[in-house]
C-alpha cells in the first residue's frame, strides 16, 4: 500500500509541490521559449494578443518563464484597459474594408486594380500576416478565415490555441527519456522510499505526467495516479492557464484562470497548512499563483501561535534564489526572517547539488536514516 494512501499510524504528514522548474531538471525541454520555437505554437494566427506576445521579446525568448506569459497576459488587458476600454486590432476601418473585398471574392489577383491602387495598406497587411500570398501564386488573400471575426473573439480563440498546441507539445516532449541522475528524479525517488508510515501529498503545477520518473517500476502507474494536477493535464486534454483572479471586464474575462470551464482546483491550500512538511520543486512562487501560497506563507511567519514545519524549497540557482526570496517576503508580508525563524526553512540550489551534494544528502536523510538506501537513491 502506498504511503500516500490514508493511513491512520501516519507519521507525518508530507506534501510535495512541483513546478516548471522540475521537469527543466529532468532534461524536459518544457519552457515557454521551447514551445514558442515549435511547431505548436500559434505565433502566426491573426489576433493582437498575438502579436502583443510576439513582440513583447521577440528574439530574446531565453529569459523568458510560464509566468511571464501569464503576467503577459494581465500587461496586455491594462494596455486595453488605457485604451478606455477598446480591444486592439491589427488593422483599421479603411483596411478592414479592403479585407472584406478580397473575402468577398475569395483572393484578389495581385494585378487587381484594388490592389494595385491601396499597394501600400495590402503590402502592409501582407508583412503582418493579415493577407497572405500562398505558395507562388498571384493570388493574394485572407491568411486566415478568422480574420474578419472582432478582435476580442480571435485574442479568445488565441488563448485556446495556446493551450491546444502546449497540449500537443508537452504529449509529445513527456515521451522522451528523462535524465534519471538529476536532483529532481533524486527526490522523486525519496518520496517513492521514504517513511511508509507518513502521508504523503503530491500537488503538480505542471501539466505533464508524473509516472514517467520511475520508467519500467510497480511504483509508477500508482505514483502518478496519486498526483493532483492543480491547474489540469496534457493526457487528460484539459490544462488551466491564464491570470490570477482581479478585476477584469467581462469581454475579457476568459484570461483568468478561474473563469476556464474546467477549473476546479484540488484542496492544495489546506493540505499546505496541514502538513509537517513541505518540499516546494522548481515552482517560482510568483504572483499568478500566490493565491495558493501566500496564507500558509503568512501563518507560517507569525508569531501568533506559531505551528513550526520543515519547508524545503528546491530552485536552480542564486539567481532564482534571490526571485524565490522576494517572493516570500512580499507573501510574508516582508517579514522573511520571522519565517526562517519559525521554521526548518532551507534552500537547495539544484545547480550546486552535483559538486556538493552534502545539503541533498542532509535533505534524504531526513527521511531515509539507511545510508546505504541513500546511496541508492542519489546514484540509482
Not at 513583447?56 to 510560464?66: A, E, F, I
Not at 494581465?74 to 476600454?85: L, M, V
Not at 491589427?90 to 479585407?99: C, N, V
Not at 501566500?294 to 530552485?315: C, D, G, L, V, Y
Amino acid at each position: 500500500m502506498f504511503p500516500y494512501l490514508c493511513n491512520m499510524d501516519k507519521d507525518k504528514k508530507r506534501v510535495l509541490i512541483l513546478g516548471n522548474g522540475f521537469d527543466l531538471c529532468l532534461g524536459r525541454k518544457t519552457s515557454y521559449k521551447d514551445f514558442c520555437g515549435s511547431e505548436f505554437c500559434p505565433k502566426d494566427y491573426p489576433a493582437s494578443l498575438i502579436k502583443h506576445l510576439n513582440d513583447k521579446w521577440n528574439d530574446n525568448l531565453d529569459v523568458v518563464k510560464w509566468y511571464d506569459l501569464e503576467n503577459e497576459l494581465s500587461f496586455y488587458y491594462t494596455k486595453i484597459k488605457e485604451n478606455n476600454g477598446h480591444p486592439f486590432d491589427l488593422y483599421d476601418s479603411k483596411e478592414r474594408k479592403i479585407l472584406e473585398m478580397i473575402h468577398a471574392y475569395r483572393g484578389i489577383s495581385e494585378y487587381n486594380d484594388l490592389i494595385q491602387t491601396n499597394a501600400e495598406t495590402v503590402n502592409r497587411l501582407l508583412r503582418i500576416g493579415v493577407l497572405s500570398k500562398p505558395g507562388l501564386s498571384y493570388i493574394i488573400c485572407l491568411s486566415h478565415e478568422d480574420v474578419l471575426n472582432s478582435p476580442i473573439d480571435r485574442d479568445k480563440k488565441a488563448i485556446q490555441l495556446i493551450k491546444d498546441g502546449l497540449i500537443k507539445y508537452l504529449i509529445k516532449i513527456q515521451k522522451e527519456a528523462i535524465n534519471e541522475n538529476s536532483v529532481a528524479a533524486t527526490v522523486a525517488r525519496t518520496f517513492i522510499q521514504s517513511n511508509v508510515n507518513d502521508e504523503i501529498v503530491i500537488y503538480s503545477f505542471n501539466y505533464t505526467s508524473f509516472g514517467a520518473i520511475v520508467p519500467n517500476s510497480s511504483f509508477a502507474m500508482e505514483f502518478n495516479d496519486a498526483v493532483k494536477y492543480v491547474h489540469g493535464s496534457c493526457l487528460n486534454g484539459n490544462i488551466i492557464l491564464g491570470t490570477k483572479d482581479e478585476y477584469i471586464d467581462k469581454n475579457y474575462d476568459f484570461i483568468q484562470k478561474s473563469f476556464d470551464s474546467q477549473y476546479n482546483p484540488p484542496t492544495i491550500v489546506y493540505d499546505l497548512m496541514d502538513a509537517d512538511d513541505i518540499t516546494i520543486f522548481g515552482h517560482s512562487l510568483g504572483i499568478n499563483d500566490s493565491q495558493y501560497f501566500k496564507a500558509f506563507f503568512e501563518r507560517q511567519s507569525s508569531s501568533t501561535n506559531p505551528q513550526k514545519k520543515n519547508i524545503t524549497i528546491f530552485t536552480k540557482d542564486a539567481k532564482s534564489e534571490i526571485e524565490i526570496k522576494r517572493s516570500l517576503q512580499e507573501m510574508t508580508n516582508w517579514n522573511l526572517t520571522s519565517l526562517y525563524g519559525l521554521n526548518n526553512l532551507q534552500i537547495i540550489k539544484t545547480d550546486e547539488c552535483a559538486n556538493n551534494p552534502t545539503q541533498l544528502r542532509k535533505y534524504i536523510k531526513m527521511y531515509v536514516d539507511n545510508d546505504k538506501k541513500i546511496d541508492s537513491i542519489i546514484h540509482n
